[in-house]
């Protein structure tokens, strides 16, 4: 076996239980810290971020699980079908809380009062459900068309159609193509209203800590989005080389998804460290 096989396999291996230790911490104490304590429950982000833990957490749990042999996912049609379900549920709904966050980043410092009305606890409350009513609307196809496939059992798409739809449309569209635009543009659009002096005076220090921390939260899921935006972006170009590829060539890109998904899965880990360890600079 090719040495470049081999390193993707211990990434693909390793990654998963390196982004669970880690970041299961973070998802269980972001979730108490803002339900638990009233300084942070008060906060107009306080749905989203909890939102985000929760599906940060079930993202996690699911890497795991589909990494343990003893626990794998082969065991039965129905497993197979749920844990696939559960996986393009939680993805997308992190990222759409992410994205949620900036949005209303973005609405609390904007100048008009209109808009600013858009961040309140109300619109978040009746907002909170609708990425995972959303998302679980969009992906029932995966449970009707996704099986066991004989001879050798792997879990893989019965029809041929909407294989290609969720390869190259719906999986890269909603988990990396979609959040990396509304991010960048949320986060262009809210770096323009802090800088402007009455909307640093509208909010209290604690909202302008609160953004400060989200802005960069956003910026870094930006940063860990890219190398698997491009890595997609190279994947449809190629499509219809792919038939002529060396074995060199599809070990270096298997190489390469590896990196980009375990890079990727940093968004997943990281918001309990950046909110308090910026909290602690921002006091």
Partial sequence: MSSIVQIAIEISFWSPVV????????????????????????????YYIIGQSLSDLIVLLILLIENVSSISVST???????????????IPCAMSFLC?????????TSRSARIRHLSSNYVARRLFPIPFLFWSLIDIPYLIFCDLIPPTFDYYFT??????????????????LLPLFVLITFSILTYRNIHHHLIRNHLSMWEQQMT???????????????????????SIVTL??????????ISIELLINQCTIFIMGINFISSFYI???LHHVFD
Wanted: aromatic share 18%; net charge positive.
């Fill in 240 to 249: 219809n080389k792919r038939a002529m590829r060396s074995f060199y060539q």
């Fill in 212 to 234: 400060r921390m989200i802005i960069i939260q956003t910026l870094l899921s930006i940063f860990c989005t890219l190398p698997q935006f491009i890595f997609v972006i190279y």
């Fill in 19 to 46: 982004l669970f230790s880690i970041g299961i911490p973070s998802a269980l104490f972001n979730t108490i810290i803002f339900v638990g304590m009233k300084t942070f429950r008060q906060s107009l982000s306080v």
């Fill in 76 to 90: 039965s049609s129905m497993t197979c079908k749920l844990m696939l379900f559960l996986s393009q549920l939680t």
């Fill in 275 to 277: 909110f308090f360890s």
């Fill in 100 to 108: 949620l966050s900036a949005f209303d980043r973005w609405a609390c």
């Fill in 159 to 176: 029809n041929d159609v909407f294989g290609e739809i969720a390869i190259y449309f719906l999986a890269p569209t909603f988990s990396v």
